[in-house]
């Protein structure tokens, strides 16, 4: 990433240099820079709010929920891992967390599982297929919630911020089953080869602790009155939702076209209303927990300036010195042939390599060509279907100092272009 930010750099000074744009490049700098921070600023309401309705979830116990339904499908992706294994647990933690967007729990499970998987390992230094399976599925990021695009479509003032949501699950769900598939099928020409004897010590596993059960949320009954509750707000906004179908045949509208926009206006309140329903039935003390978790949510905000003001500051540069413009122009033919506009390219070759450079790509992208045009919505969606591949790897495979990947970058970087391809298709199916 160092490289990639010196680059932008460098070639916006050197082709304005050329071009004799070089006062625009000038200006941008400081005025990209101010926009970072105000975007910023934007993003702390929308960023406490979500995050203190993920803590309700969390709270509530969700997450050991979630897990639960995970387990079946897991002990069938994974034969080599025994069912009651600590690597199982941990993986299926992992995952759950990861579908909720919880990502500081995800973390650590994804190395507590890594070195619990190292213990099953015959090899030691090289990935094992279960190793090498869990990283496709970590790096094509099944999410249920891409609440943070959301929220940034929000503050960049979208008319429909959840727009990109079902694009978004149908596109990192077939990633997900691509990423698998790659994983399955190439394990089968990468032979696991010979151990290396630096690494002949590593499989403890005792550094990494799993995060506690007041992280996780506590086991919790369900009330009576929760529940009767729960099914009084079903039954309401079923009713509603009925009513508003049956309006829009009566005006002429298509059945299709009037559920399409009815789910994408409609999915934030219902979920909101549904979170704080599921945290009544679980007793949870909603309010001080929100504000809980709203304090997070803006030291989150406040995290991202710095990565947002280093990106923008260089693609801004790199737009004004007129450099992507060409750049632009010359790949249009080609990545347009494949419905991939050309000012996507950039968010899409970064974000297998950069989770933080990839989200300030799209807000710039965001900026200049808006967030509810078709570009915008595709980086949007690119941005919740998969993965930073290089990140998962280096951290989850570094963690037990497997140096042999064997097919695990194939994999993810299959996974990577699934997610594009999906992405691709899902805007142009369902956000024309």
Same mark, same amino acid.
């Given at each position: 990433?160092?490289?990639?930010?010196?680059?932008?750099?460098?070639?916006?000074?050197?082709?304005?240099?050329?071009?004799?744009? =070089?006062?625009?490049? !000038?200006?941008?700098? @400081?005025?990209?820079?101010?926009?970072?921070?105000?975007?910023?600023?934007? +993003?702390?309401?929308?960023?406490?709010?979500?995050?203190?309705?993920?803590?309700?979830?969390?709270?509530? /116990? *969700?997450?050991?929920?979630?897990?639960?339904?995970?387990?079946?499908?897991?002990?069938?992706?994974?034969?080599?891992?025994?069912?009651?294994?600590?690597?199982?647990?941990?993986?299926?933690?992992?995952?759950?967390?990861?579908? +909720?967007?919880?990502?500081? &729990?995800?973390?650590? *499970?994804? @190395?507590?599982?890594? =070195?619990?998987?190292?213990?099953?390992?015959?090899?030691?230094?090289?990935?094992?297929?279960?190793?090498?399976?869990?990283?496709?599925?970590?790096?094509?990021?099944?999410?249920?919630?891409?609440? /943070?695009?959301? /929220?940034?479509?929000?503050?960049?003032?979208?008319?429909?911020?959840?727009?990109?949501?079902?694009?978004?699950?149908?596109?990192?769900?077939?990633?997900?089953?691509?990423?698998?598939? &790659? &994983?399955?099928? +190439?394990?089968?020409?990468?032979?696991?080869?010979?151990? *290396?004897?630096?690494?002949?010590?590593?499989?403890?596993?005792?550094?990494?602790?799993?995060?506690?059960?007041?992280? +996780?949320?506590?086991?919790? $009954?369900?009330?009576?009155?929760?529940?009767?509750?729960?099914?009084?707000?079903?039954?309401?906004?079923?009713?509603?939702?009925?009513?508003?179908?049956?309006?829009?045949?009566?005006?002429?509208?298509?059945?299709?076209?009037?559920?399409?926009?009815?789910? !994408?206006?409609?999915?934030?309140?219902?979920?909101?209303?549904?979170?704080?329903?599921?945290?009544?039935?679980?007793?949870?003390?909603?309010?001080?927990?929100?504000?809980?978790?709203?304090?997070?949510?803006?030291?989150?905000?406040?995290?991202?300036?710095?990565?947002?003001?280093?990106?923008?500051?260089?693609?801004? =540069?790199?737009?004004? !010195?007129?450099?992507?413009?060409?750049?632009?122009?010359?790949?249009?033919?080609?990545?347009?042939?494949? #419905?991939?506009?050309?000012?996507?390219?950039?968010?899409?070759?970064?974000?297998?390599?950069?989770?933080?450079?990839?989200?300030?790509?799209?807000? $710039?992208?965001?900026?200049?060509?808006?967030?509810?045009?078709?570009?915008?919505?595709? %980086?949007?969606?690119?941005? #919740?279907?998969?993965?930073?591949?290089?990140?998962?790897?280096?951290?989850?495979?570094?963690?037990?100092?497997?140096?042999?990947?064997?097919?695990?970058? &194939?994999?993810?970087? @299959?996974?990577?272009?699934? #997610? %594009?391809?999906?992405?691709?298709?899902?805007? #142009?199916?369902?956000?024309?």
């Amino acid at each position: 990433m160092n490289y990639i930010w010196m680059g932008l750099i460098v070639s916006a000074v050197v082709y304005g240099a050329f071009a004799g744009t =070089m006062e625009a490049v !000038s200006k941008a700098s @400081i005025d990209s820079a101010k926009s970072a921070v105000n975007l910023a600023i934007g +993003l702390v309401g929308v960023m406490a709010f979500w995050l203190g309705m993920m803590r309700i979830v969390r709270e509530a /116990g *969700f997450l050991r929920t979630l897990a639960g339904w995970v387990r079946p499908v897991m002990t069938r992706l994974f034969p080599e891992v025994p069912a009651e294994h600590p690597a199982m647990s941990a993986m299926i933690l992992n995952i759950a967390a990861n579908m +909720l967007g919880l990502a500081n &729990a995800a973390t650590p *499970f994804g @190395i507590k599982a890594m =070195m619990e998987l190292n213990r099953l390992n015959p090899v030691s230094g090289v990935a094992t297929n279960s190793m090498v399976l869990f990283l496709a599925i970590n790096t094509s990021n099944v999410a249920l919630a891409p609440l /943070g695009v959301i /929220g940034l479509r929000a503050a960049m003032g979208s008319e429909n911020p959840a727009a990109i949501w079902i694009p978004t699950l149908l596109a990192t769900l077939f990633s997900t089953a691509v990423g698998i598939t &790659a &994983a399955k099928l +190439l394990q089968r020409f990468v032979p696991p080869g010979e151990a *290396f004897e630096a690494d002949a010590e590593v499989g403890g596993g005792d550094e990494v602790e799993l995060p506690s059960d007041a992280e +996780l949320g506590e086991r919790r $009954e369900t009330t009576r009155g929760g529940c009767l509750v729960g099914i009084a707000f079903a039954l309401s906004v079923t009713v509603a939702a009925l009513w508003t179908l049956s309006a829009a045949q009566g005006a002429g509208v298509a059945t299709a076209d009037a559920l399409r926009d009815m789910i !994408s206006t409609w999915l934030l309140p219902v979920l909101i209303g549904t979170i704080l329903c599921y945290g009544a039935a679980k007793r949870v003390a909603l309010y001080d927990v929100a504000i809980e978790g709203a304090k997070e949510g803006f030291q989150v905000a406040i995290r991202i300036i710095p990565y947002l003001v280093a990106i923008l500051v260089a693609a801004g =540069m790199l737009r004004a !010195s007129g450099l992507l413009g060409a750049v632009v122009g010359m790949l249009a033919p080609f990545t347009e042939s494949v #419905g991939l506009p050309a000012e996507a390219v950039p968010m899409a070759l970064l974000r297998p390599l950069s989770g933080s450079g990839a989200y300030a790509i799209m807000a $710039e992208i965001m900026q200049a060509e808006g967030p509810d045009s078709h570009v915008g919505y595709l %980086v949007s969606t690119l941005q #919740g279907s998969t993965e930073t591949t290089f990140y998962v790897l280096a951290v989850y495979f570094g963690s037990v100092g497997v140096t042999r990947v064997r097919h695990g970058l &194939a994999a993810g970087l @299959i996974a990577d272009l699934a #997610g %594009v391809i999906g992405a691709v298709a899902a805007v #142009g199916l369902l956000l024309r």
